[in-house]
């Protein structure tokens, strides 16, 4: 007997009836209308990530700083709270000022955070592009209405904070009142691309990996220099034998699940194949980005003639 469906025609969740909570339902079906988004992502990234260069190019540093290499954690997601908060308190000192138009202390207040929230803004929208420039398909289209929007955002702001400068306030309000409105569907955005489609998410860490010691390949099959994978009680590692050392880390990319055992080795680094991250093969640190989290490594040593792994803990 075939099982009654309603929906046999459908290629994606968002073909189904809308269903609770019907903004994203409905958020998702905007952007999936937006393929003229593409043509304007892809020549952009082109661009940014020729101005970063490669990993081994000085220009590439910017693109680790604003990564988050140095923190150990996405910068990106703590800077967009400065915009975030300041303009809030310019709308909060706004509706003050608006019940009382002679209070001066609080018209110079909101000024004050609509100014501190632009300055926030261009941090916030230099660590997103450095998250953004290696994502595609429909993440690479999602950052793309992100980044539109806040541009609108800063644009509309700045516009209000020239105006609120001149004496037009109530113009200035009312520009800024806009701005908040697609800030905060800007935010929902932005949280999509983090929460549903785990950017900036460490991708490695779910990965359990043997608390014991467990046999994964035969000694004598190790070829030195090569990268190999291996299962190690289900977690997926990357050995590399150096002289009598041998080198395991995790082999799942922790910026977006690449196999580094089909990446490339040189001088005690292994890069991604999907964006090119390396991680040192000794200790699993990151040497440039986009990856910010290190990849969690293995205890290993040889028994009865096989190589033996355990995972160590991660910090
Ligand atoms: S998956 Fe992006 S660098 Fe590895």
Not at 14 to 27: A, F, G, K, Q, W
Not at 196 to 207: K, L, T, Y
Not at 255 to 264: A, M, N, Q, V, W
Not at 265 to 290: I, L, Q, T
Request: proline letters at 5%; aromatic letters at 8%.
């Amino acid at each position: 007997m075939v099982a009654e469906t309603t929906n046999e025609k459908a290629t994606s969740w968002m073909d189904t009836p809308p269903r609770s909570p019907l903004l994203r339902h409905y958020s998702a079906k905007l952007i999936a209308n937006m393929p003229w988004l593409d043509k304007l992502s892809s020549p952009l990234q082109g661009w940014v990530n020729g101005l970063f260069g490669s990993p081994k190019d000085a220009s590439y540093r910017i693109k680790d700083m604003l990564a988050g290499i140095w923190l150990g954690h996405p910068v990106h997601p703590i800077l967009v709270t400065i915009p975030i908060g300041a303009w809030t308190s310019t709308m909060v000192f706004d509706l003050v000022w608006l019940a009382n138009e002679d209070d001066d202390a609080m018209a110079r207040s909101a000024d004050m955070m609509m100014w501190l929230g632009l300055a926030g803004a261009t941090g916030s929208a230099a660590t997103g592009l450095a998250n953004w420039v290696d994502t595609d398909g429909q993440e690479q289209r999602t950052g793309m209405l992100h980044a539109l929007l806040n541009g609108s955002v800063t644009v509309l702001n700045a516009s209000s904070a020239v105006l609120r400068f001149t004496g037009q306030r109530k113009t200035a309000i009312a520009l800024s009142s806009a701005a908040y409105g697609l800030t905060i569907y800007s935010s929902y955005i932005g949280g999509e691309l983090a929460y549903s489609d785990a950017i900036g998410v460490n991708r490695v860490i779910p990965e359990a990996g043997p608390d014991e010691y467990v046999a994964v390949m035969e000694a004598s099959d190790l070829e030195p220099g090569k990268l190999t994978r291996v299962d190690a009680a289900g977690m997926p590692a990357v050995l590399l034998k150096e002289g009598s050392t041998i080198h395991a880390i995790a082999a799942t990319c922790s910026h977006l699940g690449g196999p580094l055992d089909e990446g490339s080795y040189e001088d005690g680094v292994v890069y991604c194949p999907w964006h090119n991250s390396g991680f040192r093969m000794c200790d699993g640190a990151v040497v440039n980005s986009p990856a910010v989290y290190s990849q969690p490594t293995f205890a290993v040593r040889e028994r009865d003639g096989k190589i033996e792994l355990r995972r160590l803990e991660h910090a």
